[in-house]
Nanobody
C-alpha cells in the first residue's frame, strides 16, 4: 500500500517561492503517476499538477509558468516548485498517487493514495 508524506509548506510573501516534497513508500514508485492538489478553506479540492510515470507533466492553467512538478524515482519523491506565489495560492497542498495509466485527469477520484497535506500561506 502506497504511503505518502507531504512536506515543505510554510508562510511566504507574495512573489516568493516554496518547494513542496512528497516522499513515497510501500510501492514501486516508478509505477505510479503522481499529482498535487490543493484545498483552500471552504472550497473544493483543486487540481494543481500531475506527472506521469514517464515524467510527462500536466500543470493546471492557473499555475502554468509558475509551478513545476518533477519526480526523482531514485529518491521515491515528487516535488512541486512554486514560484511567483500569490495570495490566492494559499491552501493545504496534498500529493496523490495512482497506478492507473495517467492521461491528464484532473479529478481527485482518479488518485487512490493521498498524503496528509501541508499548509501553504502566501501573505500580500
Amino acid at each position: 500500500q502506497m504511503q505518502l508524506v507531504d512536506s515543505g509548506g510554510g508562510l511566504v510573501q507574495a512573489g516568493g517561492s516554496l518547494r513542496l516534497s512528497c516522499a513515497a513508500s510501500g510501492g514501486t514508485f516508478s509505477n505510479y503517476a503522481m499529482g498535487w492538489f490543493r484545498q483552500a478553506q471552504g472550497k473544493e479540492r483543486e487540481f494543481v499538477a500531475a506527472i506521469s510515470r514517464t515524467s510527462v507533466t500536466y500543470p493546471a492553467d492557473s499555475v502554468k509558468g509558475r509551478f513545476t512538478i518533477s519526480r526523482d524515482n531514485a529518491k521515491n519523491t515528487v516535488y512541486l516548485q512554486m514560484n511567483s506565489l500569490k495570495p490566492e495560492d494559499t491552501a493545504v497542498y496534498f500529493c496523490a498517487a495512482t497506478r492507473k495509466y495517467y492521461y491528464g485527469s484532473t479529478s481527485p477520484s482518479f488518485f487512490a493514495f493521498w498524503g496528509q497535506g501541508t499548509q501553504v500561506t502566501v501573505s500580500s
